[in-house]
Nanobody, 120 residues
Framework: QVHLVESGGGLVQAGGSLRLSCAASGRTFSTTTMGWFRQAPGKERQFVAAIWRSTTYADSVKGRFTISRDNAKNTVYLQMNSLKPEDTAVYYC????????????????WGQGTQVTVSS
């Protein structure tokens, strides 16, 4: 089973950038599909991006966010550029979905989350 720890969140002005990291334990990381989600106060958890042999993004972040992985470091990243106040949320990484990559209910392993706050 994979254990996940996120880092890299913080406070940034609109238009700025942040890079989130998700460190994973587990011998099968290189073959594990990984996803990033976010949850704003009072809202449902929302898909952001996922990576396996390819990548996919939510329309709201396409062209601004990039998901990548370093299998040698067992880490997946989310580079966030041109941040907007509406990107403010707790960001979570998740591993090994059953079925599609977009639905959070398909993931059984989650990190603790990291707060991203974008000021206007």
């Amino acid at each position: 089973q994979v254990h996940l720890v996120e880092s890299g969140g913080g406070l940034v002005q609109a238009g700025g950038s942040l890079r989130l990291s998700c460190a994973a334990s587990g011998r099968t990381f290189s073959t594990t599909t990984m996803g990033w989600f976010r949850q704003a106060p009072g809202k449902e958890r929302q898909f952001v991006a996922a990576i396996w042999r390819s990548t996919t993004y939510a329309d709201s972040v396409k062209g601004r966010f990039t998901i990548s992985r370093d299998n040698a470091k067992n880490t997946v990243y989310l580079q966030m550029n041109s941040l907007k106040p509406e990107d403010t949320a707790v960001y979570y990484c998740a591993a090994d979905p059953r079925g599609g990559v977009v639905a959070p209910t398909g993931y059984s392993t989650w990190g603790q989350g990291t707060q991203v706050t974008v000021s206007s």
